[in-house]
């Protein structure tokens, strides 16, 4: 099918054509379009989704291109979409990727400049996104997690154990007199309401029984649906997109549900979302022909938008209407596969950083006791929203620190210590861990009533395994002679990984590090090259980057610590039994300084400072830390024997001591730069 732009657009200028033709491919979990887009027309086709993604995707460019009577030469860009889009290459044809969720976005407001909110609903999924409409970018967004409720696999299975196809469902549902109510928000347990009422349906008037299951279905569906849009908010105009947007009865218990109309289209917005790409096509094209003077939207990463987005999921969070599980956790030897598998929802407490909730939480400790385990306690008795609503607490014994504090925090919450092995090589070791996995496991089904499926467990593993393959792709963009961002930004990306659910947070990443890979690799950086490892680096404690970055203008390219890169740059194996591959996977992580041996940790150290190519190391550890602080002499002695310098500096969560941290740092930056412009032989500072 083909559509004329400009009857599509009446008087509204058209700004996304490009001088050779464009494409864009989505390829949904059920359905794969195409939009061939030229400086006059839309060329649009649809084909089933395949087992072979790349064969799906040829198809599309095959027919699109005997549609527009074209040649694969005629081409000048493709950019794919949607759940196969990672699966994808052409080698004759300049291409890119874009997540579903922007080219969504763009698809919408290029037709429709005028939209705000958009709700799309697809096979496996449903989105509600907010867009800003002078870009077509992506303000807000919020999808499903993990349950197939108000998405287009429910409305199929719906359709089958009615006896209709799926067109016929809709209309079906539009002739209802009294729907259905299907309370049920498990699609499992839904089918089981479905069989009831359709067994009751068939002795009485058949026809209207169904309409009024129909009409059920979509009300149980429409309801999922409008609480995301109620998490972003909606605006005026709405817009309908994917699949389920051409089902009649959708967009009419939709838009009766949420009080507002969508636009009516004249274009097929289940095609919005290749639509989206093709104009992304034209976006990369231009930058393909190189203008100078455009280098700057290269980036285009705002890092202010996942501080919202951090800032939505923890409102999300500690909203607790509804009948969801919320589990806090401390330590990143947690295994959070397994919280994912077990459905609950789930968030790190390692706010820190203000010596007010040191203070409260130094009531129930002895003053040795780090700034941090004294915050997680201060987070609880001073009644921190994130904290109080969580309905359990899950620890794995670090510290003798943070084991008192979670003993202490027991009186607020209910609370489980599971033990962590120090020896990480011993075969006992891993047999052991894997036992206390399991233990966690079969604490998780005792609260939330649900067992946990290996199948899930192996899923989620998979999961987390792309999220830490792609944090550790974007940190090393931090090698390259110009990094593309700084560690307080990378420190947000690794923020967004303990608060936002990992569902959402995959193409959040994938966006991210397609903006950062475009970004040219300029050599005229002069900035020092800085590595900080040691202690925890709270969510709050950023004073000392604050310093480092913006004050002296260095540039820290890797940490070592557990709040950086260090828990990114391993992965879990995804095959064989799931707990042992937990128990090993988590032990083999980069280690712990409390983990046995020593030499492990600061070896590893050692080679993540050469494979960054750092000017120095600032090793920070908290006051009274018996991790770091106790260790510390093995770190210098190591960082001296590469001749890397290093400077150790201990820290709290105090005012007052940034003229002193700020001239200490800059006493070390003053070695540094006297070490690149004359050969010093070994140099190192232990200030």
């Avoid at 849009?229 to 005026?236: A, H, N, T």
């Avoid at 947007?245 to 009766?256: D, F, I, K, T």
């Avoid at 600061?602 to 920070?620: P, T």
């Amino acid at each position: 099918m083909n559509y004329s732009i400009k009857k599509l657009t009446g008087n509204t200028p058209w700004k996304f054509a490009w001088d050779k033709p464009v494409i864009g491919l989505d390829l949904g979990s059920r359905a794969s379009k195409g939009v061939l887009l030229t400086q006059e027309k839309i060329y649009t086709t649809l084909i089933p989704t395949g087992l072979y993604m790349q064969e799906t995707a040829n198809e599309l460019l095959k027919k699109l291109l005997k549609i527009a009577r074209l040649k694969r030469a005629d081409i000048g860009y493709i950019v794919s979409t949607g759940y196969g889009r990672i699966s994808l290459s052409f080698t004759d044809i300049p291409f890119e990727v874009v997540t579903e969720i922007s080219c969504h976005a763009m698809g919408a407001h290029a037709l429709y400049p005028s939209t705000r909110t958009i709700i799309d609903i697809g096979g496996q999924d449903s989105k509600a996104i907010k867009v800003d409409k002078n870009s077509g970018k992506v303000v807000d967004f919020v999808m499903n997690d993990k349950c197939a409720a108000g998405t287009g696999q429910f409305l199929e299975k719906a359709a089958v154990l009615l006896g209709l196809n799926l067109e016929e469902l809709g209309n079906s549902a539009l002739l209802a007199t009294k729907p259905a109510q299907i309370s049920s928000q498990c699609v499992v347990f839904a089918e089981s309401e479905m069989i009831s009422l359709r067994a009751k349906g068939a002795r009485q008037n058949d026809s209207e029984a169904i309409a009024n299951i129909a009409a059920g279905i979509h009300y149980s569906a429409a309801r999922r649906v409008r609480n995301l849009l109620g998490r972003v908010g909606s605006e005026p105009d709405l817009i309908f997109t994917g699949g389920v947007s051409n089902n009649p009865g959708m967009r009419h218990v939709l838009e009766e549900l949420i009080g507002e109309p969508f636009i009516k289209t004249s274009f097929d917005m289940i095609y919005a979302g290749a639509l989206g790409a093709a104009v992304y096509a034209t976006q990369h094209a231009a930058k393909i022909r190189g203008a100078e003077d455009t280098i700057h939207e290269y980036r285009g990463v705002d890092f202010s938008a996942i501080a919202t987005l951090i800032e939505h999921q923890y409102e999300a969070f500690i909203d607790t209407n509804d009948d969801d599980t919320r589990v806090g956790y401390l330590c990143s030897y947690t295994p959070l596969e397994l919280l994912n598998a077990a459905g609950v929802k789930h968030t790190r407490l390692f706010k820190a950083g203000h010596s007010d909730t040191v203070a409260a939480g130094e009531l129930y400790t002895q003053s040795v006791f780090c700034d941090f385990s004294k915050s997680f306690i201060g987070g609880f008795k001073e009644g921190d929203p994130l904290y109080t609503s969580i309905d359990k607490l899950y620890n794995f014994h670090t510290c003798a620190a943070l084991k008192r504090a979670s003993e202490v925090v027991e009186q607020f919450v209910p609370t489980k210590l599971l033990n962590l092995p120090k020896l990480r090589d011993s075969e006992d070791s891993r047999r052991f861990f894997r036992d206390e996995i399991i233990a966690f496991k079969n604490d998780l089904v005792t609260l939330t009533g649900h067992d946990v499926q290996e199948a899930a467990i192996h899923e989620q593993i998979g999961l987390y395994n792309q999220l830490r393959r792609l944090l550790k792709s974007i940190s090393e963009l931090r090698k390259r002679e110009h990094p593309p961002l700084s560690g307080k930004e990378f420190l947000e990306l690794v923020r967004a990984y303990y608060y936002v659910p990992a569902e959402q947070l995959l193409p959040v990443y994938e966006d991210i590090y397609r903006q950062l890979s475009a970004v040219p690799d300029r050599s005229e950086n002069d900035r020092l090259r800085i590595m900080i490892a040691g202690s925890i680096v709270g969510d709050g404690d950023r004073r000392l980057l604050d310093i480092i970055e913006d004050e002296l203008g260095l540039q820290v390219v890797v940490e070592d610590h557990c709040t950086g890169l260090k828990p990114f740059y391993h992965t879990i194996r995804e095959q064989d039994d799931p707990y042992q591959a937990l128990a090993d996977g988590y032990l083999d992580q980069a280690p712990c300084a409390r983990m046995k041996t020593l030499e492990d940790n600061v070896e590893f150290s050692g080679q993540l400072a050469r494979e960054y190519d750092v000017d120095g190391v600032l090793y920070v550890y908290l006051k009274f830390c018996s991790c770091y602080g106790v260790t510390k002499k093995g770190f210098l002695d190591h960082f001296q024997s590469l001749d890397i310098p290093v400077i150790d500096i201990s820290s709290d969560y105090s005012e007052s001591d940034h003229g002193q941290l700020k001239t200490r740092i800059e006493a070390f930056i003053e070695v540094l730069n006297a070490r690149r412009s004359a050969d010093y032989g070994k140099i190192a500072v232990n200030a």
